[in-house]
């Protein structure tokens, strides 16, 4: 049975993969979090392609048919080359959340929220102004974020504290629409929806992605139907602290977490 391959830099690419258990519910996901380089928003661009190219030659051991680039950074830095490299669709988050960001702005006005890779690639900003040609795009790096939203322990004064001061500039801009730039960042949803107040618009991209993965099998005629035996989670970091992470964020109770191996 081909499957599904899902990447990003840890585990805030399990907000995408929930979206494609939703909408694909008969295709088996084969997700691979890159926790031993986590996160990818601080570190250069030869690291992070490094990175990513590791994960795709271990991905090459599986008969698959799609791949979802979950990590707005690696969308944001090398989506092409990657396509190059594969003979079949890659989609990444960027493109379906500036969709969605375009179609939902009544003011002409849009935040993104990424990491600092991310919003230092403007890719949000092009994709938009693309799509809304005179749209205003406001994009703001969060820098300690993901890490706090990986963490083990409870951070949740830490992420107010950072959602506070990274999004006061947004507020200050008047948009209406928040773009979260990074697969980790609906992990926050409430707390971001606590700290922005209302009379925001806030975007996931997961949504779209799955919209367009399911899209793009269809017109390949390979949508499968019935029910996957099993989902397999794969980590370059601690497999047991990552499979709770998969029972806690995912409908998967008894999830098949694996090393990666070379």
Not at 55 to 80: Q, S
Not at 81 to 87: A, E, G, N, V
Not at 138 to 155: H, I, M, T, Y
Request: aromatic share 6%; charged share 25%; proline share 5%.
């Amino acid at each position: 049975m081909k499957s599904i391959a899902v990447i990003d830099s840890g585990s805030g690419g399990l907000t995408v993969a929930n979206k494609l258990f939703d909408r694909l519910p008969g295709e088996r996901i084969i997700y691979v979090g890159d926790h031993g380089n986590c996160p990818y928003g601080n570190k250069t661009e030869k690291e992070i392609r490094e990175a990513v190219y590791g994960v795709i030659r271990f991905l090459g051991r599986f008969e698959l048919k799609l791949l979802v680039v979950a990590c707005n950074t690696a969308t944001a830095l090398m989506l092409d080359d990657i396509r190059k490299m594969l003979d079949f669709p890659v989609i990444g988050v960027i493109e379906p959340g500036a969709e969605m960001a375009a179609g939902a702005t009544r003011n002409g006005k849009v935040g993104v929220i990424a990491t600092r890779r991310t919003a230092e690639s403007h890719m949000y900003q092009k994709m938009i102004t693309d799509k809304l040609p005179g749209v205003s795009v406001f994009e703001q790096a969060c820098p300690k974020l993901v890490g706090f939203l990986e963490s083990d322990e409870n951070r949740e004064a830490e992420i107010a504290s950072e959602l506070e001061l990274n999004l006061a500039p947004l507020r200050a801009a008047d948009v209406d629409t928040l773009v979260m730039g990074c697969t980790h960042y609906p992990l926050a949803e409430n707390q971001i929806l606590k700290s922005w107040g209302a009379g925001v618009s806030l975007i996931d991209p997961a949504r779209g992605t799955a919209e367009r993965a399911y899209e793009a099998l269809k017109e390949k005629g390979e949508l499968s139907g019935g029910t996957p035996e099993e989902h397999l989670f794969y980590t370059t970091g601690d497999a047991v602290e990552f499979s709770e992470k998969v029972k806690k964020w995912t409908p998967i109770l008894r999830p098949v977490v694996r090393p990666v191996t070379d």
